[in-house]
């Protein structure tokens, strides 16, 4: 295999530290570049050259070239047979849904290739390729002895001292084999003599390290002499090209070390797949480590510092159920470890079964976190991880033929990509999906989403297994019943969590077994003046200064407004020694908050953060929110007030969790999200001990006897929510997808979701039967499916396009016409010299009501349009006269549609931000919260991008396309161009984003070939872990973004199986 380095537009250059004569001769003469010392650094790459590295080629990859030629543009056909692609489901696509055409159902995240585009279009390089063929030809000797090298000697041979230490790896403790236990470690030394035997074997095949599993697998079934000759006549303009594009995905400075490790669990793994296919074909024990390598051990105990595993977590994954891979539920208290489990048996597809895996998660801060969490994992284990959230994830996603890969998703990110893989019939490369918070799914709309998802799965491919993890799960058999899974439950919770609840001056212990639910604890011990007991009747500030500043604690508040109220009391009382408490750091919070808001910040936190003290909530902008939480998680601050933004699933540390009522807002909690809140209190790792204290009026007794010791809530089903609006659009998609076209087979399908389970609780008025086919109704009156076919007792049921173009866009069925009309209208004469008509066909309809605009601030704003822009306004209903009359205050006989003149205010405020993405101003302009002009941002992206998918499907709005594209990644990033390749990186936002760029990092090339530690001493308040987390992702992107290119170039180079003959 070969190692080059390229240097495009200079000329070549090679770094190896191997065989570098062979690789001089073979670029003798194609370019400045030879001869020139490695540059590896940012600063070298910032030089404007491309730096493009080869990537090893595997076995199969180089023995296929045989049948392909680079003259030979057309895609290939049929490829699913040969990369393990499944067969037709059921029921396939129409013709219209062919292949190429689903290629140009993309995501909103089209720049997927980003810079990467200009390496294929360079004809000069394509030229040199060529070139090198024929020198290939003349070098074919000294090719051979260069194959024939013995890396791993190379690397056995290198002293300690000489490893590069670059390698995230290095930098962590190394002890993890010393401490297997004797049956691992026999298994160890196993492996080492089969791997040493495989070696020998393979010495004439492979030259490098192996990879992957599946190099390994294909470097063993390569036939040695054949496929050398077949090696020779390939072309080298073939690998170069790759080799480009592979150097993208290949870190600049791994370090021998790093390799010789990978090349340890590879080799494990193939034993272990060796062993597997000897034994049994179904068996999924492949190593030491619950099926897996011990290697995986070790990367729990580096990464995550986890050294072994619960009992009930050996438990769980020892179940005959979890072996047979049947879908599994399994439910234990808040931090009791459960996300462990789902890790390691997504591992296990992934690497053992070399299926692809889904994991959705309810927020985009937790997908973020876990992507930043795996993205190490991925890179040692080689599988790839890729980001579905916001505005992220592409649909279909990338065809990866020699990588699994591991899509972590929202709940409606995933549940188009699940739409998307139905439709190019690769569903069944989906060995697991795994859902956290399983409880979600009797979440209003989002939970009728997951209901969706899990159902179409199941009808679809059932051999994927479907895991679902809870904290507070009540009805599990309805729920067992609807995945037709297996349970687990237990009690274990690492760090025990006491409850209290107070009332008046009393604490009282929560206990189930009192007949009054509740047990004397102690007195609260307190001095108040008496103006301080007006201003805090609930002794908040003595129940904080209990444990804070040394420990942290989290104030969950019934809403946004009394988290700032909350805060800003406390500091009020809190004595002048919490200032001197980490104050330096406080003192480069408060800096960096100001920064982050381009010299703004909110007055609230300029007063409490002093104090250790900060609010979160939606209201602050996305910058805020990370800096607080990172603030937070470091002990910096050692407050939170908070509404329940931080309720479900993270991580952070806190001593103790006070709720200062039972309400969210005007509602009584419910006993699921009280458990949630207190949940956060004694995470492992974090915390020793964690309590928590529910603040009480004597009115609400009764009722939080029931919030703290009722079981848990039941779950139902959330499709008949809202007029139905979630039966709709499954029944929408199930006919678009061609999953089910008669009302029979919708029978059939419908009998597989968790509403039928449920469906005497549920469907008390009609019959499900019933409903189906009253919605089936209502879809036909909207023009959204059709009738075709004469069986009148059983019709066939097809799409129209306009119900193609909603359910492809997601869009709501409410407003699909609306928004087919507005983009009909917009196209008679589209406004080209400015972004504020598309803007404004992009304003989500869902934000209206809540827009009350100021009339004075309106008209300001639109006086600063441009003539056409004005004009534009006026055809779409808001004429100047209009807002002058209102802000002049005159009220104004004509009737106007109220709707449009909010959403034009919207799309003002929307045009202003894409102009100077800064959310502070703009936010001070319109006098609007930046809260809401956050939401705003976000929610237009994302809308930007269904109406984008809408379009596609219509013919009529082909101009829209291009347009909507770009619209959709401006106003996702809304942040200057340069710094959007970074701000790609799972959780780098515009602040930390500048810092980077301003620091030379400016492409993601740069990041991901940072060296931490180098990065902690440049960057600012940039923490070592984080660092290693932030490269870590970044290097994943990169690798993402290399592999889509090549197999990109390798489906265009190969040569299509139905040419035909060409003699
Ligand atoms: N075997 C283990 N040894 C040590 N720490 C562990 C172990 N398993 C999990 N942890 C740690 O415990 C913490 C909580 O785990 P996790 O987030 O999986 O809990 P959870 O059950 O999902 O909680 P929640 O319901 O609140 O989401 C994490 O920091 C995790 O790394
Ligand atoms: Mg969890």
């Not at 390994?216 to 390939?234: M, P, V, Y």
């Not at 009393?506 to 047990?519: L, S």
């Not at 809190?574 to 003192?587: C, G, I, M, P, S």
């Not at 205050?889 to 106007?896: A, F």
């Amino acid at each position: 295999m070969l190692t080059i380095l390229a240097v495009v537009g200079t000329g070549w250059k090679q770094t190896s530290d191997w065989s570098s004569s062979v690789q001089k001769s073979l670029f003798t003469g194609y370019g400045r570049g030879v001869g020139e010392a490695g540059c590896c650094s940012p600063a070298g790459m910032s030089s404007g050259r491309l730096h493009v590295k080869t990537k090893r080629v595997c076995a199969r990859k180089r023995s296929r070239h045989v049948l392909k030629t680079h003259l030979t543009p057309v895609r290939k056909q049929g490829r699913g047979a040969g990369d393990g692609s499944p067969p037709c489901p059921p029921c396939r696509r129409s013709s219209s849904m062919a292949e190429g055409r689903v290629v140009e159902y993309c995501s909103d995240s089209e720049d997927l290739f980003g810079d990467y585009d200009s390496i294929l279009e360079d004809s000069s390089i394509l030229a040199k390729l060529e070139d090198a063929e024929q020198h290939e030809i003349l070098q074919s000797e000294n090719l051979q002895s260069f194959r024939t090298l013995q890396p791993s000697k190379d690397l056995t041979s290198q002293s300690p001292e000489d490893r590069p230490t670059d390698s995230m790896f290095d930098e962590l403790e190394d002890n993890a084999f010393e401490e297997l236990p004797p049956s691992q470690l026999q298994f160890q030394e196993q492996i080492q003599d089969q791997a040493k035997r495989s070696r020998l074997q393979a010495r004439d095949k492979i030259s490098t390290p192996s990879h992957s599993v599946s190099e390994i697998i294909e470097g063993a079934e390569e036939t040695n002499a054949e496929d050398r000759s077949k090696r020779q006549r390939r072309s080298v303009a073939d690998q170069l090209k790759k080799t480009m594009l592979g150097n993208a995905a290949t870190p600049v400075g791994v370090s021998r070390a790093a390799a010789l490790k990978e090349a340890v669990v590879s080799e494990e793994i193939s034993v272990a797949m060796q062993a597997m296919e000897a034994i049994c074909a179904e068996t999924t024990d492949l190593g030491p480590f619950f099926g897996l390598p011990s290697k995986v051990k070790e990367l729990m105990h580096k990464l995550r510092g986890i050294q072994s595993l619960y009992d009930w977590q050996k438990t769980c994954l020892n179940l005959d159920c979890v072996q047979q891979r049947k879908n599994l539920i399994y439910s234990l208290p808040t931090s009791g470890g459960k996300t462990l489990v789902a890790e390691i048996l997504i591992l296990r597809e992934l690497l053992c079964r070399r299926k692809d895996c889904l994991f959705i998660l309810p927020y985009i801060s937790l997908v973020q976190e876990k992507v930043r969490g795996l993205a190490s994992f991925g890179l040692e284990l080689d599988f790839m991880v890729e980001e579905y959230a916001g505005s992220k994830g592409k649909f279909p996603p990338v065809k990866r033929r020699n990588k699994r890969s591991l899509y972590i998703a929202t709940i409606e990110k995933a549940h188009s990509l699940v739409n998307s893989l139905i439709e190019t019939s690769r569903l069944e490369n989906l060995g697991l999906v795994v859902v956290d918070e399983l409880h979600m799914l009797g979440d209003g709309s989002r939970g009728a989403v997951i209901e969706m998802t899990l159902a179409k799965v199941q009808y679809m491919s059932k051999a994927t297994q479907i895991i679902g993890m809870s904290a507070t799960l009540g009805n599990i058999k309805d729920l067992r019943t609807f995945l037709g899974a297996e349970n687990y439950t237990n009690d274990f919770r690492p760090v025990q969590l006491k409850e209290y609840v107070k009332l008046n001056d009393t604490i009282y212990e929560v206990d189930p077994k009192e007949e009054n639910c509740f047990r004397f604890s102690r007195m609260l011990n307190f001095k108040y003046s008496s103006s301080m007991q007006k201003i805090d009747p609930d002794h908040i500030i003595a129940l904080v200064t209990e444990v804070i500043p040394m420990h942290s604690c989290l104030v969950f508040c019934p809403t946004k407004k009394n988290c700032e109220n909350v805060a800003g009391m406390i500091c009020k009382y809190l004595k002048e020694d919490f200032l001197q408490h980490r104050e330096t750091e406080k003192a480069t919070l408060l800096q960096e908050l100001k920064e982050s808001g381009n010299g703004s910040m909110c007055p609230v936190l300029r007063r409490t953060v002093p104090y250790g003290v900060a609010y979160h909530h939606s209201g602050l902008t996305s910058e805020e929110r990370k800096l607080v939480e990172e603030a937070y998680s470091r002990g910096v601050l050692c407050l939170l007030t908070c509404t329940s933004t931080l309720a479900a699933g993270i991580n952070l540390p806190a001593r103790r969790v006070i709720l200062r009522s039972p309400y969210m807002a005007t509602d009584f909690l419910k006993r699921s999200q009280y458990k949630q809140m207190v949940g956060r209190a004694g995470r492992a790792g974090i915390d020793a001990i964690g309590e928590s204290i529910l603040i009480l009026q004597e009115k609400d007794r009764n009722m939080a006897k029931d919030l703290v010791c009722a079981p848990m809530e039941n779950c139902y089903s959330k499709l008949m929510q809202e007029d139905g609006k979630g039966i709709l659009s499954l029944i929408l998609s199930l006919i678009g997808l061609n999953i089910t076209s008669s009302l029979q087979q919708m029978e059939e399908f419908l009998r597989g979701t968790l509403l039928f389970v449920q469906q005497q609780q549920l469907c008390v008025d009609r019959s499900l039967w019933d409903t189906m086919q009253q919605c089936v109704d209502m879809l036909k009156e909207k023009d959204l499916i059709a009738v075709t076919g004469t069986d009148s007792v059983s019709p066939t049921l097809q799409i129209t396009r306009l119900g193609r173009a909603t359910y492809k866009g997601s869009v709501d069925l409410t407003y699909c016409d609306l928004v087919y009309k507005d983009l009909s209208k917009g196209l008679e004469g589209l406004l080209l010299n400015s972004y504020l008509q598309l803007v404004y066909l992009v304003t989500p309809y869902d934000l209206i009501p809540q827009c009350n605009p100021d009339w004075m601030v309106y008209f300001r704003q639109f006086t600063l349009l441009s003539a056409s822009e004005q004009k534009m306004s006026a055809a779409v209903g808001v004429p100047e006269s209009f807002v002058a009359r209102k802000a002049a205050g005159q009220t104004v006989k004509k009737d106007m549609d109220l709707v449009v003149v909010k959403r034009m205010f919207l799309a003002l405020v929307l045009f202003s931000l894409l102009k100077e993405t800064n959310v502070w101003s703009v936010a001070e302009r319109f006098q609007l919260s930046r809260g809401l002009v956050q939401t705003l941002l976000s929610s237009a992206s994302a809308f930007c991008s269904c109406v984008l998918h809408f379009t596609e499907e219509l013919e009529e709005f082909w101009p829209y396309k291009a347009l909507l594209m770009e619209l959709t990644r401006r106003l996702s990033y809304c942040v200057k161009a340069e710094l959007i390749p970074l701000m790609e990186v799972a959780g780098v936002l515009e602040f930390r984003a500048k810092q980077l760029y301003n620091a030379g990092y400016k492409t993601l090339t740069h990041l991901a070939n940072a060296d931490p530690a180098v990065l902690c001493r440049t960057i600012e308040n940039l923490f070592k872990k984080q660092a290693h987390l932030m490269v870590a992702s970044a290097k994943m992107l990169l690798n993402e973004k290399a592999a889509a290119l090549q197999e990109e170039v390798e489906e265009l180079l190969t040569l299509p199986a139905d040419l035909p003959p060409q003699l």
